[in-house]
Nanobody, 127 residues
């Protein structure tokens, strides 16, 4: 059984930095995609960034240039470095993962495409 355990997050002032981690256990395929999503109060869940087993990354326009997604493939850890944060980045952040049907497979920002989720971590950015 794959489990994703998140750490990090918290409160920070606008313009500051914060990092999130997601540790995967019970891992599976050599082809996979991992992602960060977030959900703000009263809003729908949205994709933040993705990273597949080949190291390709993708970012939402709202975070491109400020956030960086990365992996430690040996430890099966996923990271999100958040720089120049804004109050609108306030949300509960979730890591997600899915085993790839083929090399390069990644559902992108379609949340229903992921079948493993972390427990969620609150990120609060004050102005």
């Amino acid at each position: 059984q794959v489990q994703l355990v998140q750490s990090g997050g918290g409160s920070v002032q606008a313009g500051g930095s914060l990092s999130l981690s997601c540790s995967a256990s019970g891992w599976f395929s050599r082809n996979y995609c991992m992602a960060w999503f977030r959900q703000a109060p009263g809003k729908e869940r949205e994709g933040v960034a993705t990273s597949d087993s080949d190291g390709r990354t993708n970012y939402a326009d709202s975070v491109a240039g400020r956030f960086t997604i990365s992996q430690d493939k040996v430890q099966k850890n996923l990271y999100l470095q958040m720089n120049m944060v804004k109050p609108e980045d306030t949300a509960v952040y979730y890591c997600a993962a899915v085993e790839g049907r083929y090399r390069g497979y990644c559902p992108g920002f379609a949340g229903h495409g992921y079948n493993y989720w972390g427990q969620g971590t609150q990120v609060t950015v004050s102005s």
